[in-house]
């Protein structure tokens, strides 16, 4: 990122000035890990810069703007990374220093208003209602609090202005980097529909694939579809929920709530291994024991995270907000897995893979689950059957079919007996 990308100003407002009930800011942070990282390097600025294990056998974690446009990209094998860059310079991560300028960052969304939900180190949720008095318009909040992060901080951001989290978050995405964009009340329809089904809020590959065989390609595809007929194909859950979000109809409130709790485990292989079968098998069972946690203690979740740590040590995560809560295994694995499989890691060695659900809330109080690949009825009756064999027998009396010819295979073929085991996961705080 050049220093002249630094310092272009107030970004862009290309679909109007009108920012009447546009209260929502999404803030993302641009190429977090790699402009944090430049702090220390000045004199790399403008070149191509990969933040990641410097072995042919590590990962990306980050790049900036100069190596993306060569076509390198987050959890990356670094050794093609470096074919496809190689005159980019590789630093090693620094994650104290993300940490601390996360916490300054977010400190000063917080300076302008008390709701904030942060979604990760480096993007947040705002809504500014409240501080327009204090403050002014919400595009000149905006505008303020992109040349604060710069000022203070040294690095930048783009954010999203509009009347919802769905808007606001897509508008963000396509400003980038160091943009703003505002999407007016009576400008969502002319903004959203031109795009991809894909855009959709909780639309994965596979549903993806379906909306294409019934001929929907791009939301103004979706929109014209009666809604009775996306309820036919998707059930009424889903088919309710694309029909609204392709209007960019979305009600959820910016949540303040600070950090929610969380469940999640983790396991380390004893030896490293790029086995898909090996890494999809714990992806599994992780998922089935998260989801028997859970529903021991009445939660659901919306949020499912992985977290894989590759053979240089280096931890990388990527998550994905259901559109509504599950506390079912089988929703935990299609989305974990599909996650694993985006990020492209054939050939790459994994020392360590976690599954984790957050945004929990009392399954009494929860909206109707709505992951859109999953069946409308069936498997949770299932699970809960398991449990109650599981807590009669032990956990070890029944077990997922496809995992009967997989009970640890990689632990029982290289644990040395009497080795330790890590210890489970424990609810987050």
């Known amino acids: 990122m050049s220093r002249s990308q630094l310092q272009r100003g107030s970004g862009s407002t290309r679909l109007g000035s009108d920012d009447t009930g546009c209260t929502i800011l999404h803030v993302d942070m641009d190429a977090f890990y790699a402009s944090v990282s430049l702090l220390q390097h000045p004199e790399l600025i403008g070149r191509p810069v990969i933040v990641g294990g410097a072995a042919n056998r590590g990962v990306v974690l980050s790049a900036t703007y100069e190596a993306r446009a060569l076509g390198v990209h987050s959890a990356?094998?670094?050794?093609?990374?470096?074919r496809l860059a190689p005159g980019a310079v590789i630093i090693a991560p620094d994650f104290a220093a993300y940490a601390a300028a996360s916490a300054a960052v977010m400190e000063i969304?917080?300076?302008?208003?008390?709701?904030?939900?942060?979604?990760?180190?480096?993007?947040a949720f705002l809504d500014v209602a409240g501080a327009r008095r204090r403050l002014g318009r919400p595009i000149?909040?905006?505008a303020m609090i992109r040349a604060r992060v710069f000022d203070e901080q040294g690095i930048t951001c783009s954010i999203g202005i509009a009347a919802n989290k769905f808007i606001a978050k897509m508008a963000s995405s396509r400003c980038k980097p160091d943009g703003m964009l505002l999407v007016p009340s009576d400008r969502i329809v002319a903004f959203l529909h031109p795009m991809p089904v894909g855009a959709l809020w909780g639309v994965g590959e596979r549903t993806e694939e379906r909306l294409h065989r019934l001929g929907l390609r791009t939301v103004a595809d979706v929109a014209a579809t009666p809604k009775a007929t996306l309820v036919r194909a998707f059930g009424p859950a889903?088919?309710?929920?694309?029909?609204?979000?392709?209007?960019?109809r979305d009600p959820r409130?910016?949540?303040?709530?600070?950090?929610?709790?969380?469940i999640g485990a983790d396991e380390t292989f004893s030896a490293d291994t790029d086995d898909p079968d090996v890494i999809r098998a714990e992806l599994l069972r992780l998922s089935d024991r998260v989801a028997g946690r859970?529903?021991?203690a009445g939660l659901?979740?919306?949020t499912v995270q992985l977290r894989v740590r590759f053979a240089d040590f280096t931890t990388i995560s990527r998550s994905k907000t259901l559109p509504g809560s599950t506390d079912v295994g089988q929703d935990i694995y299609r989305t974990v897995v599909a996650l694993y499989d985006g990020l492209g890691l054939q050939r790459v060695r994994l020392r360590l893979v976690g599954v984790r659900v957050e945004h929990l809330t009392d399954r009494a109080s929860a909206t109707e689950q709505l992951l859109l690949d999953a069946p409308e009825h069936g498997w949770r009756d299932a699970e809960q059957a398991l449990d109650r064999v599981r807590d009669r027998f032990g956990h070890s009396s029944v077990r997922l079919a496809r995992l009967l010819d997989r009970e640890?295979?990689?632990?029982?073929?290289?644990?040395?007996?009497g080795a330790p085991r890590q210890a489970p996961d424990q609810p987050g705080p």
């Open 76 to 82: 990356m094998p670094m050794s093609r990374a470096r």
């Open 109 to 123: 969304f917080r300076s302008v208003t008390v709701s904030v939900e942060p979604l990760s180190q480096d993007e």
């Open 140 to 142: 000149r909040i905006a």
């Open 238 to 248: 889903v088919g309710n929920h694309l029909h609204d979000l392709a209007w960019g």
């Open 253 to 262: 409130a910016v949540s303040a709530q600070g950090r929610e709790r969380s």
């Open 294 to 296: 859970m529903r021991r």
């Open 300 to 302: 659901v979740g919306r």
């Open 408 to 417: 640890d295979p990689y632990r029982a073929l290289q644990q040395p007996a």
